[in-house]
């Protein structure tokens, strides 16, 4: 299992519950400090979701709604995560 935390400076918990966008399929939970954490099967899986998040933001009529900049920090925030820069090097 792999977990990605979106720290709540940008996007706490609530927002993103709140927000119409895709979930991860293994969902998203809360952490003390408010952070959302992503759950994911794998690196892979992690990876596969910000391409359909891409996606998400690519259809979205009004690029600076919350939804297109929560969907483009995510994609950010999976692509620094560290377990999935390593998987995309090898």
Do not use: C
Request: avoid cysteine; charged fraction near 25%; glycine fraction near 2%.
């Amino acid at each position: 299992m792999l977990r990605i935390e979106i720290p709540s400076t940008e996007f706490d918990f609530n927002q993103l519950q709140q927000l119409d966008i895709p979930k991860p399929i293994n969902g998203i939970s809360e952490e003390i400090n408010e952070n959302a954490v992503l759950a994911f099967e794998d690196e892979s899986d992690a990876i596969n979701y910000s391409y359909l998040l891409g996606e998400y933001a690519d259809r979205l009529d009004d690029k600076s709604s919350a939804q297109y900049s929560a969907a483009q920090f995510i994609i950010q925030t999976i692509a620094d995560d560290a377990f999935v820069a390593a998987f995309n090097k090898s």
